[in-house]
């Protein structure tokens, strides 16, 4: 049995789909998402077309015992309580994926799991609750985990939902690799607007690659390899970010491949009227730049503006004022 525990947009996608191949899934998550789920089942649709229902998942509000495979997907903030609910229920030698973004969940659940075979995850795609019960995938990608032989068992069942496990030797390159582009998650959730919007437009990718930049002097620091995406050199990413919006439409076509409508995971927090997660990702870059001596002012500035819109403030920055802010710290 897989248990998918935090279902929220990652959790019921996923999940949905590992059910809708036939899996035997269990959701555990909030009682407003078991009572959706309950009422109109689980409705997954993707920006290539796939539309699959799951009539009556099976939806848990705690664990049970008995779960083979178990991925967490709840917030970052979420995990030390995710691990203490799940630790009375697993048996020596569960898989236990984190498939959460940041850097340090694997280690949080591997702290308080002994007895589980932990391994980091990555997302690489957006997913957006999109309607009670609705999931859709809006940006293409594949799943990432630390490469195990206790996941022989598994692939199968991700292979029968279509979703792509790629078993990585440097998952935490890759985990590295994918902070990067989530330091945009901070000033998409800013901008109000669309990720393909916001990303044609150079004065926000402006202040992306600021957060960039700072995040690889970090990791340089750190001596955290981030691993290379789609055949580019994670390096270059904040000279590609500043190209004038023709060059780049044409240069990172890939970046843009998405839904219109995608937006981040930080934008549907802020929608939602929940915490953001702003604290594990742009707040990651000023803890690992301070933990080596550094400073990350433009990520502890995002950072402070994602938490003032928290409380109510700006969510309809321009790119040129989010940037002449920014320049300022
Ligand atoms: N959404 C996306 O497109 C992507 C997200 N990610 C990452 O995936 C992870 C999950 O994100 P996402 O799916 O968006 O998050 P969501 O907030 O949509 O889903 C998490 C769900 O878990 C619930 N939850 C938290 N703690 C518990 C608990 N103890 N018991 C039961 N339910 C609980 C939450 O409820 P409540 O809100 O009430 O706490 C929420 O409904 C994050 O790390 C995110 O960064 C990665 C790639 C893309
Ligand atoms: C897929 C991506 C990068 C989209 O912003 C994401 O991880 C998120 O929304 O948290």
Redesign the pocket.
């Known amino acids: 049995m897989i248990c998918v525990f935090?279902?929220?947009?990652?959790?019921c996608y996923v999940g949905g789909r590992l059910a809708a191949a036939g899996a035997e899934v269990v959701f555990?998550?909030?009682q407003r998402?078991a009572d959706e789920a309950a009422t109109h089942g689980l409705a997954l649709t993707d920006l290539h077309g796939t539309a699959l229902h799951v009539d009556a998942p099976r939806f848990e509000?705690s664990p049970v015992a008995g779960a083979d495979l178990v991925l967490v997907?709840?917030?970052?903030s979420?995990t030390r309580?995710?691990a203490a609910?799940l630790a009375p229920h697993l048996e020596p030698g569960t898989v236990v994926i984190s498939?959460?973004?940041?850097l340090r969940n694997a280690d949080v659940l591997r702290e308080q799991l002994p007895q589980a075979t932990v391994l980091p995850g990555m997302?690489a795609?957006?997913?957006v609750?999109s309607g009670p019960g609705r999931f859709h995938q809006g940006t293409a990608g594949d799943l990432g985990v630390q490469t195990h032989p206790a996941l022989d068992a598994f692939g199968p069942a991700f292979a029968s939902a279509g979703l792509t496990l790629a078993r990585e030797t440097d998952l935490r390159g890759v985990q590295a690799a994918k902070l990067l582009l989530n330091l945009n998650n901070a000033v998409n959730a800013l901008s109000g607007l669309p990720l393909k919007t916001e990303l044609s437009q150079r004065a926000y990718r402006r202040c992306l690659a600021l957060a960039q930049r700072e995040a690889l002097a970090a990791y340089k620091a750190a001596g955290l390899r981030p691993t290379a995406t789609a055949g580019l050199d994670p390096r270059l990413l904040p000279a590609l970010l500043g190209l004038p919006d023709a060059l780049f439409t044409r240069t990172a076509a890939k970046m843009l491949a998405m839904d219109p409508l995608a937006r981040s995971?930080t934008w549907?927090d802020l929608e939602a009227g929940?915490p953001t997660?702003v604290d594990y990702l742009n707040g990651e870059i000023v803890s690992l730049a301070a933990e080596h001596g550094l400073t990350a002012h433009v990520n502890e500035h995002l950072t402070a503006l994602v938490h003032a819109a928290e409380d109510g403030g700006r969510r309809d920055w321009t790119g040129p004022e989010l940037l002449a802010e920014l320049r300022r710290t």
């Open positions: 935090g279902a929220g947009s990652i959790g555990v998550g909030r998402i509000t997907t709840v917030k970052s979420g309580a995710a609910a498939f959460q973004n940041g997302v795609f957006n997913v609750h995971s549907e929940r997660e």
